[in-house]
Nanobody
Framework: QVQLVESGGRLVQAGGSLRLSCAAFGGTFRFRTLGWFRQGPGKDREFVAAINWRASSTVYADRVKGRFSASRDNDKNMLYLQMNSLEPEDTAVYYC????????????????????WGQGTSVTVSS
């Protein structure tokens, strides 16, 4: 079972940028779709972005499209989320997740398509 550890969350002003990282330990990280989800205060966990195992395709939630960018480095077992033009509404705990399927070019974005989760890293965007 792969273990995922997020980092990079902190307090940032609106309009600023932040890069989140997710390190994977064990398991077969490189062959799975990887995703970012977030859970804001009093809200359900929601999809943010996902990238397939080849890094040939990415999918984004509408509210972050054009501002966030997901990438991965399979040689380093790392997943990243570059977040630009941050808004107070982006305040949340951000989680990385690994998809259930291997070698799939389909980019999963439904929570139940992911079965390995990190503990989360907190991002606070002040206005």
């Amino acid at each position: 079972q792969v273990q995922l550890v997020e980092s990079g969350g902190r307090l940032v002003q609106a309009g600023g940028s932040l890069r989140l990282s997710c390190a994977a330990f064990g398991g077969t990280f490189r062959f799975r779709t990887l995703g970012w989800f977030r859970q804001g205060p009093g809200k359900d966990r929601e999809f943010v972005a996902a990238i397939n195992w080849r890094a040939s395709s990415t999918v984004y939630a509408d509210r972050v499209k054009g501002r966030f960018s997901a990438s991965r480095d399979n040689d380093k077992n790392m997943l990243y989320l570059q977040m630009n033009s941050l808004e107070p509404e982006d305040t949340a705990v951000y989680y990385c997740a690994a998809g259930r399927d291997y070698y799939s070019d389909y980019v999963a974005k439904v929570r139940t398509d992911f079965d390995s989760w990190g503990q989360g890293t907190s991002v606070t965007v002040s206005s």
